[in-house]
């Protein structure tokens, strides 16, 4: 089923995105050389940037041809900007993309469009070249072998990711993103429940956006805290959908647990400064996610 009629979506914080907007837009506007019944827009939205000379190149977008920058007056998190696009959109099919991706293939619209998929449809993500002491670019490399398309559809909801992924409008209004989410992390794993107890079917297919923006190690381990704070928060509502809970549920053992949160107080802010520094490791990064994490528990 050729789907006609898209608005692509995309939510901005602290970066500049003119570039992937443009190159969406010509491809958007090759597709409609070929299909002329073919209509877009490009929303992209805001979300109350504290740096404001992003805000400033981001309304550029508003001369280019169906596009339209749109400047929220409140921060109110990314699954809270994801609704707020999809209330905005005009049609029928909605393609969100994360801001600081970079489209790799030129028939990227096309895979889309031309999708029999129904309900929503992920394209998925593949790892660019970066920097090896980069801790962040370490792990997504690492774990790139599950990124494949055969491996997502395995568990096609619990492998969901928000960076890339294309959903009938009336399925994004009637499931919309859970705003108690107001950092990034996890919102899309809640997301994914959400679609299965809808019965929604999600597919996975090879059409990936490329990650070639990694922040620093600091920076990193910093929202990977936070992360690990908001999966405690709502550990019982991802019970099933986080390798983190599933192993640490797994542990029937309560003095495994209190050697695990001995070792992260001895030992857990050494971890992280290797982790913040030029040469991080993958094993102690796991190592401190699983002492952080279960520190988290202590109270239970």
Known sequence: MIKKEVSILIPVYNDICVDIVKCLAD?????????????????????????????????????????TFIEKERNAGSAA???????????????????????????????????????????????????KHNLRCL???????????????????????????????????????????????????????????????????????MMVDFEGNACYVEKIE???????TFKDELRGYSHMLTFVNGIHIKGVLVAIRCWHWLLGSIERRILCGSHPNLAIFNLYRLGYYVSLTKNN
């Open 27 to 67: 491809m958007c506007e090759c597709e409609r050389a070929g299909n002329p019944d073919f209509i877009y827009e490009i929303l992209v939205a805001d979300d109350a940037s504290s740096d404001i000379s992003c805000v400033e190149q981001n309304r550029q977008i508003n001369t280019i041809p169906n596009c």
């Open 81 to 131: 900007t994801r609704n707020f696009l999809a209330q905005k959109s005009r049609y029928q099919w909605l393609l969100f993309l994360d801001c600081d991706m970079k489209i790799v293939n030129r028939d990227f619209i096309a895979k889309y469009v031309n999708s029999d998929s129904l309900g929503v449809i992920n394209g998925g993500i593949c790892i660019g070249h970066g920097d």
């Open 139 to 209: 792990y997504e490399s690492f774990y790139a072998p599950k990124h494949h398309f055969l491996k997502r559809n395995e568990r096609p909801y619990q492998s969901f990711r928000s960076t890339n992924f294309m959903i009938e409008r009336s399925v994004m209004l009637k499931c919309p993103f859970d705003e108690r989410f107001k950092k990034s992390g996890y919102e899309d794993v809640m997301f994914g429940k959400t679609l299965k107890e809808h019965h929604v079917m999600v597919t996975h297919i090879d059409n990936p956006t």
């Open 226 to 232: 936070r992360s690990l704070h908001t999966l405690y």
